[in-house]
């Protein structure tokens, strides 16, 4: 079973910069597609950026042009690079895989971008 374990995130303020990290258990890391996902207070969870095991990326409009997603297969660990944060990127951010399969949520890591 896939364990993933967030890092990183804390307190920004608007037009900062940021990065998380998720480390993940287990042998097959490098076939997953992984994506990060944000949950804000009242919202449902929504998928900001993801990466195929090929290195292909999407992205929401939302983060376009401001985060970076990418991932190091010999540390099975996934990254996101956040800059020109706004106060609507507060958030609690996690990982998972996309593909083939999600796996159980880890504990997330708090976001928070405030003045």
């Known amino acids: 079973q896939v364990q993933l374990v967030e890092s990183g995130g804390g307190l920004v303020q608007p037009g900062g910069s940021l990065s998380v990290s998720c480390a993940a258990s287990?042998?097959?890391?490098?076939?997953?597609?992984m994506g990060w996902y944000r949950q804000a207070p009242g919202n449902q969870r929504e998928l900001v950026a993801t990466?195929?095991?090929?290195?292909?990326?999407t992205y929401a409009e939302s983060v376009k042009g401001r985060f970076t997603i990418s991932r190091d297969n010999a540390k099975s660990t996934v990254y996101l690079q956040m800059n020109s944060l706004k106060p609507e990127d507060t958030a609690v951010y996690y990982c998972?895989?996309?593909?083939?399969?999600?796996?159980?949520w880890g504990q997330g890591i708090q976001v928070t971008i405030s003045s």
């Open positions: 990466i195929t095991s090929g290195g292909s990326t």
């Open positions: 287990g042998d097959d890391f490098r076939m997953y597609d």
């Open positions: 998972n895989v996309v593909y083939p399969r999600r796996v159980p």
